[in-house]
């Protein structure tokens, strides 16, 4: 009885959050205390259980990345580099949004999404109006740029974050397994790019002086801080990657950085809080004591049974139909708590696979699936969500299906891609 | 003292006048803001300096103002040419409340008209006298009515 229960419960939050008829961390709270008063989750569950309690790896390395990336913002390097960029494409259309596209990508690899377009979309608006480019496509391009770009590391994207703590792999790990197919995924989304948005892409000569004229320098306010934190912020990287060697949590790296970067940048706590996005690292909370429930009274333990004796040895399809439902859920569904879910879910089946290559590969099919899949609809992902607020404000409105018309061309394309390289890495010389 | 004795002529603007020209008129006579009629004289609402700064600087810029320091003079020259082709109707915020209109009546006291500024943060309140408006109140000749013989000390000197 209590199992019917708890699954009711953890349906009806879920509901709730996919709907957002609440709001999420509302709901996430709500379900994780009525897995409280069903008596499955108790203070040592919740506090202390690696397996079905809060995961604190995840939430602490959110919350130095956080502060990492509230520092870091106010040096003005991205505006530096966005605008630098700009003017070494000459103003042409295409060629500025091929470098954005990569600057987006490649800082969405080490901030989380969000962020990356909060700072990257107002420069991009600046760069647009000074080369008279509608600003629509290079907003699109760029958030499906951090959509991509977020997958390619541990810290890229907050499902990867909840992968790697439940199957204990490193940041080595997936930036040797998901960076490359990201690199290809950026090119291809460049050439989609192309095609779909290939009538704003006229080039104006005349508006090239008034590019040129915007001085980039100027961005950059405080250069001491800049030389600081890009020590630090080089320093918890390295720290991320020779965790084999310093045997230190990414969340301990993650901290230790954000408390030198805080000490040495003399700012005040409620400057580099501002950017701690509380309700986000509460919702992980309400999160785990939801799933960690599921655990408790064996669903997911028996629907990872299912699976694995559905899946047998056929690796290959049990990666496939995960990398598919993956992105056809994530584009109607937050990837977050669809992570959360069938996190434990893979680590069974990928433990019921002796941890073979095949089987780990089922990791990376979730992590694909999840976030590819985020860019399929207007709200398949946050920065989606983000972008389309930021757009609005401007005077550049974009609707639900004037994104995610875009956004499926870019899912379907890219699923299939990813999938290709699962196939012909992990299985077709096996 | 009421509202009608020190309520100043003031200039006002119709709904249809360009953003270039209020701008001007607020920079020229260093007013806090416009009092913006409708085509009968009856006053609409009142158009604050902020206001017409917000429309020029582009909302991308107010999200992230480490860009404002990127422009140069010229560039600056071309954010304001964004005025001239609006209309102060374009300039006010979409939401009007009829009842957050920043006016009182001429037999208005001061503590009504601080009352008024402080509830809608508005620097100017017109004076109105059966509809029609008759000048107005700035925060700064209010403060002169109500400060009128406090001596400046310290740090508030001016030379």
Request: proline content about 5%.
């Amino acid at each position: 009885m209590t199992t019917v229960l708890v699954l009711v419960a953890f349906v009806a939050a879920y509901v709730l959050i996919a709907t957002e008829r609440i709001h999420r961390v509302a709901a996430a709270l709500g379900g994780a205390a009525a897995m409280v008063v069903l008596g499955v989750a108790n203070a040592q569950v919740v506090f202390f259980s690696e397996e079905t309690g809060v995961d604190w790896n995840v939430i602490f390395l959110l919350l130095g990345m956080m502060v990492i990336v509230g520092v870091l913002r106010r040096t003005g390097v991205f505006e530096y580099a966005a605008i630098w960029s700009a003017k070494r494409a000459a103003g042409r259309p295409f060629a500025v949004l091929v470098m954005l596209v990569v600057i987006t990508a490649v800082a969405s690899a080490l901030l989380d999404n969000v962020t990356t377009v909060l700072l990257i979309a107002p420069v991009s608006l600046l760069v647009c109006e000074q080369i008279g480019a509608p600003p629509v496509p290079f907003l699109i391009a760029e958030v499906m740029a951090s959509n991509i770009g977020g997958t390619a590391t541990l810290i890229g994207d907050p499902p990867n974050i909840i992968i790697a703590s439940r199957s204990g792999l490193s940041f080595n790990d997936f930036a040797l397994n998901l960076a490359p197919i990201v690199v290809i995924l950026i090119c291809v989304l460049i050439v989609l790019c192309r095609l779909m948005f290939r009538s704003a892409f006229t080039f104006h000569p005349e508006r090239v002086e008034a590019l040129m004229s915007l001085d980039e320098r100027e961005a950059i306010r405080d250069i001491p801080l800049l030389v600081r934190s890009g020590i630090v912020l080089a320093g918890v990287l390295v720290g991320f990657v020779a965790r084999p060697v310093l045997d230190v949590e990414p969340s301990l790296v993650a901290l230790l950085g954000a408390g030198a970067l805080v000490a040495i940048s003399r700012m005040d706590a409620e400057d580099y809080l501002a950017d701690v996005e509380w309700s986000t690292l509460v919702f992980f909370m309400g999160l785990f004591v939801m799933v960690g429930a599921l655990v408790e009274v064996g669903v997911i333990g028996r629907l990872a049974e299912s699976a694995t004796s559905a899946v047998a040895d056929h690796y290959f399809l049990g990666s496939t139909v995960l990398l598919l439902a993956s992105g056809v859920l994530s584009g109607v569904v937050d990837n977050i708590p669809y992570v959360a879910t069938m996190s434990p879910l893979v680590a069974d089946l990928v433990h019921a696979g002796g941890g073979s290559p095949g089987a780990a590969a089922a990791w990376w099919a979730l992590a694909l699936g999840a976030d590819l899949g985020g860019n399929a609809t207007a709200v398949g992902a946050s920065a989606n969500v983000v972008v389309l607020g930021i757009a609005a404000r401007n005077g550049h409105p974009i609707t639900f299906w004037g994104f995610t018309k875009y956004g499926l061309v870019v899912a379907a394309v890219t699923i299939p891609v990813a999938w290709v390289y699962l196939a012909l890495r992990y299985y077709a010389f096996t | 003292m009421r509202a009608g004795d020190l309520a100043e002529p003031f200039p006002t603007v119709s709904l249809s006048t360009d953003g270039l020209t209020a701008a001007r008129l607020i920079g020229e006579a260093r007013l806090p803001g416009l009092i913006v009629c409708e085509d009968d004289g009856s006053p609409h609402t009142v158009l604050g300096g902020s206001q017409v700064l917000r429309f020029m600087i582009p909302q991308y810029v107010q999200d992230d103002p480490t860009l404002a320091r990127v422009y140069d003079d010229a560039a600056a020259e071309e954010l304001l040419g964004r005025l001239s082709t609006k209309s102060v109707r374009e300039l006010l915020p979409r939401r009007q409340d009829r009842d957050d209109l920043p006016v009182v009546d001429r037999d208005a006291t001061t503590v009504e008209i601080a009352a008024v500024m402080a509830q809608l943060h508005s620097p100017v309140v017109g004076v109105l006298d059966h509809g029609r408006v008759i000048g107005a109140v700035t925060v700064s000749r209010l403060f002169e009515h109500l400060f009128p013989d406090l001596p400046l000390t310290g740090e508030g000197h001016s030379s």
